[in-house]
């Protein structure tokens, strides 16, 4: 089993994925203008003054649902094994990753506002299968992304959080991983059958506390190491490109596990944003896109960093030759040497501060991130689950929701007792599979994106809030919006209010 999945993991993951994802990023930076530096103040004017209605949640619990999928164990176990087998030097490729990334991420969730739709129960859905169909024309393309988003969120990727969840109880106070699996499946089938509400009001709860929390840890022990700061930033900057003596020989690897570590974090590219962003109530798709463009920052410019200046300022890691497993450099202390690469790493640098505590502390980090990403997989598999059925039958959607809560609950409970290897080794394949679909798709269906963005950008200049039109900038198939401005909604399920001075553009759903 693990040489099989080893096997499809070389292929998925090939050095063409690793310089798709960079190309694409510089490429959508250059073309908007790079937007993650020039409209860093609309991102948080965006972020603060979202709206809600019945059918859509805030831009700030769209972007905790966001965030929620992205800050995960990635950003604890991912960072670790980034610097273990790319060395220091994969930090910098994973900044990279974030700052060309928030251009795609842009992208891909401004598509997802665009081709939304609306449910039967009223919720507010979309994602890079609405958008393939709807944009691209080619559906057998989207029911192709559906399946692969189910499989990888409903089947493949659950088990590395609860994995890492298990793993981190484990090393901190001994739970069996089986009471863990019990414990995580109870409370995650409680707030999945909520719906999108739910899910929303949880992760605007959990999310904001987790992430401040984590990140004034690592500030503690920053400053107790702040003599190590210059000496580590030099050391990421020299291994990021080949310049350090004892490094130098395996920059390819750097590139690959910086870029592989970054995507599965933040998630830029990878199609998962696109499903948040298009829950959101908002009065233009640029809106929610800015929104989902800062969350990559979040993500990996704070919460991995923060993980990385940990490990690297208290020297709690070592880095391996992926050739041959052995190890390579900077053979690290008794707290890690030997130690596989994961939370043990963070545990162990937090430990030279929280004395005794860094199990603990990882254990609690890791329960919030873990389970929250998983929550916010089942969305994400939902979501395509209902694409896949949403021209059959009520009770055959109702079916296919239930088995997608069965299989995400079953998955979760078998990643918590399997080995860690093989469960990274499935989310990797997920993750990979939906990059190479939804890169590819947005590369060619960029347009109606850009549009938006220009379209956004030049009522701001008129001094309007702005108000989405698709027919005014040339956008075909995005009939929420034509119905939105033409106040056709079916009743109960929220009504246009029209207060512009042109009485054209609604303003918002009440």
Same mark, same amino acid.
């Given at each position: 089993m693990s040489e099989t999945l080893t096997a499809i993991y070389d292929i998925v993951w090939s050095q063409w994925l690793v310089w798709l994802c960079l190309a694409a990023g510089l490429y959508f930076s250059v073309r908007l203008v790079f937007p993650q530096i020039r409209l860093l103040g609309r991102m948080a004017h965006e972020i603060l003054h979202g709206e809600e209605s019945d059918s859509g949640v805030s831009s700030f619990q769209a972007l905790a649902i966001s965030l929620s999928g992205r800050v995960g164990t990635g950003n604890i176990a991912g960072v670790a094994t980034a610097i273990a087998m790319g060395g220091p030097g994969a930090v910098f490729w994973m900044w990279m990753v974030a700052f060309l990334g928030a251009s795609?991420?842009?992208?891909?969730?401004?598509?997802?506002?665009?081709?939304?739709?609306?449910?039967?129960?009223?919720?507010?859905?979309?994602?890079?299968?609405?958008?393939?169909?709807?944009?691209?024309?080619?559906?057998?393309?989207?029911?192709?992304?559906?399946?692969?988003?189910?499989?990888?969120?409903?089947l493949f990727m659950p088990g590395v959080q609860s994995n890492g969840i298990a793993e981190a109880m484990n090393s901190a106070w001994g739970v069996d991983p089986l009471w863990v699996a019990i414990i995580v499946v109870i409370a995650l089938a409680f707030i999945v059958v909520g719906g999108i509400k739910r899910i929303a009001t949880f992760a605007s709860m959990v999310v904001p506390f987790m992430a401040v929390g984590y990140i004034v840890l690592a500030l503690i022990v920053l400053v107790v190491n702040i003599s190590e700061v210059p000496g580590v930033l030099k050391l990421v900057f020299s291994s990021a490109f080949g310049m350090d003596s004892a490094l130098g020989g395996i920059l390819g690897a750097t590139i690959a596990w910086g870029v592989k570590r970054g995507i599965y974090s933040n998630e830029a590219g990878q199609g998962t944003g696109p499903h948040a962003a298009a829950a959101a109530e908002v009065s233009h798709p640029a809106k929610q896109g800015l929104v989902q463009a800062f969350a990559v920052y979040i993500d990996t410019l704070f919460v991995c960093s923060a993980t990385a200046f940990m490990i690297l300022s208290t020297g709690m890691y070592e880095v391996f030759d992926e050739k041959n497993g052995e190890a390579l450099l900077l053979e690290g202390p008794a707290e890690?040497?030997?130690?596989?690469?994961?939370?043990?790493?963070?545990?162990?640098?937090?430990?030279?501060?929280?004395?005794?505590?860094?199990?603990?502390f990882v254990a609690i980090a890791l329960l919030f991130f873990a389970f929250t990403t998983i929550v916010a997989y089942y969305y994400m598999a939902e979501t395509n689950m209902t694409y896949l059925f949403r021209n059959a039958s009520p009770m055959a959607r109702a079916v296919a929701v239930r088995l997608v809560q069965l299989v995400i609950l079953l998955a979760t409970a078998y990643g918590a007792v399997q080995s860690a290897a093989d469960a990274w080794t499935l989310g990797d394949i997920g993750v990979g599979l939906m990059a190479w679909l939804n890169i590819i798709a947005i590369l060619i269906l960029q347009?109606?994106?850009?549009? $938006?963005?220009?379209?956004?950008? %030049?009522?701001?200049?008129?001094? !309007?809030?702005? #108000?989405?039109?698709?027919?005014?900038? /040339?956008?075909?198939? $995005?009939?929420?919006?034509?119905? %939105?401005?033409?106040?056709?909604? !079916?009743?109960? #399920?929220?009504?246009?209010?029209?207060? /512009?001075?042109?009485?054209a553009h609604p303003t918002g759903l009440r």
């Open positions: 795609t991420s842009f992208i891909e969730s401004t598509l997802g506002q665009i081709y939304k739709e609306r449910d039967d129960s009223g919720e507010y859905r979309g994602g890079p299968a609405y958008y393939i169909e709807k944009g691209l024309g080619q559906r057998w393309y989207g029911i192709l992304f559906a399946i692969v988003s189910v499989l990888a969120m409903g890690v040497h030997g130690a596989a690469a994961g939370p043990s790493y963070t545990q162990a640098a937090l430990d030279t501060v929280f004395h005794g505590l860094g199990g603990s347009g109606p994106a850009v549009k $938006a963005l220009k379209d956004y950008q %030049r009522q701001l200049k008129e001094g !309007r809030d702005p #108000q989405f039109d698709p027919r005014e900038v /040339g956008i075909s198939n $995005a009939d929420f919006w034509v119905d %939105r401005v033409e106040g056709r909604f !079916r009743k109960g #399920q929220g009504e246009a209010v029209v207060t /512009g001075t042109d009485g």
